[in-house]
C-alpha cells in the first residue's frame, strides 16, 4: 500500500473516531455504554472470524 493511502487511512480511522465520540457524548451517553457497545463489537467480530486463518498450518 502507499504511503500516501495508508496515512489516509489513518486520518480517517481517527476522524471516524473523534465523530463517534463527538455523537455519543452529545447523545449523553455514559461512559459504560460506550465500552460496552465497543466490547460487543469487538467480540462479534472475533466470533465471525473463527473458521478463517490467515496464515500458513
Do not use: N
Not at 504511503?3 to 487511512?9: A, I, Y
Not at 451517553?29 to 473458521?51: I, T
Request: cysteine-free; glycine content about 2%.
Amino acid at each position: 500500500m502507499p504511503l500516501p493511502h495508508f496515512l489516509v487511512l489513518i486520518a480517517a480511522v481517527i476522524l471516524f473516531a473523534a465523530l463517534t465520540l463527538w455523537a455519543a457524548f452529545s447523545a449523553d451517553a455514559s461512559m459504560v455504554v460506550l465500552a460496552m457497545v465497543a466490547l460487543s463489537a469487538a467480540a462479534a467480530l472475533h466470533l465471525s472470524q473463527r473458521g478463517r486463518h490467515d496464515h500458513d498450518a
